[in-house]
C-alpha cells in the first residue's frame, strides 16, 4: 500500500521504484559504483542488475566506464541529468512520505523504523 503513493510520484519521471532507488545509491556515491555494489545497497532485490542499468544508461540517467586500472571494473555513475530527474521527485516524494506517515509522529517513526530495521536484519 505505502508504495503505490510512491509509483504514481515516480511516473511524473519515468522511473519504477527500483530505477528510482539506483538513482538514488549512486546520487550518494559520485565516485560511482560497481554493479555489484549497486545490488547490495538496493532496498529490494533485483536478479538482473545489469540490464536496469542499461536501462537507466539507454536513457542518459547515468554512464558506465571502465577504469584504466583493473580494466574488468566497471564504474557506474549518475549524469546531470539523473541528478536532475532526482532533483524534481525530490520535493513530491518527500510530500507523499509525509501524506502517508507523518501523521504517526517522530516517537512512532522511531519505533517502526526500529522494527523494521530487525525484521530486516533477521532476514539478511
Given at each position: 500500500?505505502?508504495?503505490?503513493?510512491?509509483?504514481?510520484?515516480?511516473?511524473?519521471?519515468?522511473?519504477?521504484?527500483?530505477?528510482?532507488?539506483?538513482?538514488?545509491?549512486?546520487?550518494?556515491?559520485?565516485?560511482?559504483?560497481?554493479?555489484?555494489?549497486?545490488?547490495?545497497?538496493m532496498?529490494?532485490?533485483?536478479?538482473?542488475?545489469?540490464?536496469?542499468?542499461?536501462?537507466?544508461?539507454?536513457?542518459?540517467?547515468?554512464?558506465?566506464?571502465?577504469?584504466?586500472?583493473?580494466?574488468?571494473?566497471?564504474?557506474?555513475?549518475?549524469?546531470?541529468?539523473?541528478?536532475?530527474?532526482?532533483?524534481?521527485?525530490?520535493?513530491?516524494?518527500?510530500?507523499?512520505?509525509?501524506?502517508?506517515?507523518?501523521?504517526?509522529?517522530?516517537?512512532?517513526?522511531?519505533?517502526?523504523?526500529?522494527l523494521?530495521?530487525?525484521?530486516?536484519?533477521?532476514?539478511?
Amino acid at each position: 500500500m505505502l508504495s503505490r503513493g510512491l509509483v504514481q510520484v515516480l511516473k511524473t519521471e519515468d522511473l519504477s521504484p527500483t530505477q528510482y532507488n539506483v538513482l538514488r545509491i549512486l546520487r550518494g556515491a559520485p565516485e560511482g559504483l560497481p554493479c555489484g555494489e549497486i545490488a547490495n545497497r538496493m532496498i529490494t532485490r533485483d536478479p538482473d542488475v545489469t540490464r536496469l542499468l542499461d536501462r537507466l544508461e539507454k536513457r542518459g540517467l547515468i554512464s558506465r566506464c571502465r577504469e584504466t586500472e583493473d580494466r574488468r571494473m566497471v564504474l557506474t555513475r549518475i549524469t546531470p541529468d539523473g541528478l536532475k530527474a532526482l532533483g524534481r521527485l525530490d520535493l513530491p516524494v518527500r510530500q507523499a512520505h509525509t501524506w502517508q506517515l507523518g501523521h504517526l509522529g517522530r516517537k512512532r517513526l522511531q519505533a517502526l523504523t526500529e522494527l523494521l530495521d530487525l525484521c530486516r536484519r533477521k532476514i539478511g
